[in-house]
C-alpha cells in the first residue's frame, strides 16, 4: 500500500503506452503494404493480368473508379436529388451529466445506427470491379447529407428531476451519411477472379492486411497514415519518458526505504548491544535470590510495571512481556526503570 499512488499511476502509463505502441505498428504496417501495393488500372488488361496469377487473385492491389451501383440506389432520406449504394442513419442523444466530483459535462449516447447497402462497382473506361463487404473497410469515406440537431426543451419538472438524477438533456442529432453513386474512390484490398474468369471483386484481405475505401488518393493516403504513424511515435516517447521516470521514482523510494530500514535495524541492533553490554558491566555477580528477575533469574530486577507496582523483570525479559504481570497476572499499563538499593 506504500506505493499505491505510484503503482497506478505506472499501470495506466503503461496501458495507455502499450496501446499507443500497437497503433504505432499498425500505422507503419498499413503504410508499408500500401506503398508496396501495386496501383492497376481498371480497364480490358487487368482481367488477364488477375487471371495469371496463382489461384485468381491478387492479394493486395489498388484501383481507383466511379461508384455505381448494381440495380437502383439508395435514395437519400433528406435529399430527394441525392442516391448512393451505403447510407449511415445515426441518432444520438447529447446530454449533461454529474459526474461523482459533482461536476456536470457532455456527453453523448448513440440510440440508433441503421446502414443500408446496395451491391455496386468501382467503375473506369467500361470496365468495372465489384466491391465486397464494404463496411468492414478501415477507412470508409462517406459523405454527410444531413447533420441536424434537435434542442430539448425542458419543463420545470424536467430540471428538477435533472438535478435529483444527475443527468439533464439537451437534445438530439440525427445524421446521414452516403457513399454516393459517381463518387470517386480508391479501393485497397484482395482483388480476386470469378470462377469462369469474367468478373472481378475487390474485397478484405484474407491476410488481415487493412481494407480500404477512400476518397483519397494512395499519396495522400500514405501521408495520412505517417502523419498519424508520427503523431503515435511521439506519444510512444513521451509516455516512454513518463513510464521511466515513474519507474525510477518508485525504484529510488523503494531503495531509500530500504536503505533506511536496514539503518534503523542496524542502529537498533547496536542500542541493544551496547546496553547489554553496560548492563552486565555494572551487574553485581552476586544477587541475592530476592533481587533476580522471575522470569530469566540471571540479571536483576529493573523494570516496575504500573499500575500493580511489581519489580519483577529485568530490562531484557521486560521487552518481551507486554500485557500481563507474571507475579499478579494484572494488566500492565506503563513500563519504568526501577533502582533497588
Given amino acids: 500500500m506504500d506505493y499505491l499512488g505510484e503503482a497506478i499511476a505506472l499501470t495506466i502509463d503503461t496501458i495507455i503506452l502499450g496501446t499507443c505502441i500497437k497503433q504505432y505498428i499498425k500505422s507503419k504496417k498499413a503504410m508499408s503494404m500500401i506503398q508496396g501495393a501495386p496501383i492497376l488500372d481498371i480497364d480490358k488488361n487487368l482481367q488477364e493480368i488477375v ?61 440508433q445506427e441503421t446502414h443500408n447497402i446496395m451491391p455496386f462497382v468501382i467503375e473506369s473506361k467500361g470496365y468495372n470491379v465489384e466491391i465486397v463487404d464494404p463496411l468492414a473497410a478501415e477507412v470508409l469515406d462517406m459523405d454527410v447529407i444531413s447533420d441536424v440537431f434537435s434542442p430539448t426543451v425542458p419543463s420545470v419538472m424536467d430540471h428538477i ?19 454516393r453513386k459517381g463518387s470517386v474512390i480508391t479501393g ?39 502523419d498519424t504513424r508520427r503523431n503515435y511515435r511521439l506519444l510512444c516517447i513521451a509516455f516512454g519518458v513518463v513510464g521511466i521516470i515513474l519507474g525510477g521514482l518508485i525504484a529510488r523510494r523503494y531503495w531509500r526505504d530500504r536503505c533506511k530500514k536496514l539503518d534503523e535495524e ?43 507496582g511489581h519489580v519483577c523483570l529485568c530490562e ?24 533497588i538499593a
Fill in 51 to 111: 487471371n495469371t496469377h496463382p489461384e485468381k487473385k491478387l492479394e493486395y492491389v489498388s484501383i481507383r473508379g466511379t461508384v455505381k451501383p448494381i440495380g437502383n440506389p439508395i435514395i437519400s432520406s433528406n435529399n430527394p436529388k441525392v442516391s448512393g449504394v451505403i447510407q449511415l442513419l445515426s441518432i444520438k442523444e447529447h446530454v449533461i451529466q454529474r459526474s461523482t466530483a459533482g461536476f456536470w459535462s457532455e456527453h453523448e449516447r448513440l440510440i
Fill in 161 to 179: 428531476w435533472g438535478f435529483f438524477a444527475g443527468v439533464r438533456q439537451r437534445g438530439v442529432q440525427t445524421t446521414e451519411k452516403m457513399l
Fill in 188 to 226: 485497397i484490398g484482395e482483388l480476386i477472379a470469378s470462377e469462369d474468369g469474367l468478373s472481378l471483386r475487390l474485397e478484405p484481405p484474407k491476410n488481415g492486411a487493412p481494407f480500404y475505401l477512400t476518397n483519397m488518393q494512395v499519396t495522400s493516403l500514405v501521408r495520412k497514415l505517417d
Fill in 266 to 308: 542496524k542502529r537498533k541492533r547496536q542500542l541493544e548491544d551496547t546496553r547489554r553490554e553496560r548492563r552486565r558491566r555494572v551487574r553485581d555477580d552476586n544477587l541475592p535470590e530476592a533481587h533476580l528477575c522471575v522470569v530469566c533469574r540471571v540479571n536483576p530486577r529493573e523494570i516496575i510495571l504500573l499500575p500493580c
Fill in 316 to 339: 531484557d525479559c521486560a521487552d518481551g512481556i507486554l500485557e500481563l504481570c507474571p507475579v499478579c497476572r494484572a494488566t500492565i499499563d506503563k513500563k519504568s526503570a526501577a533502582y
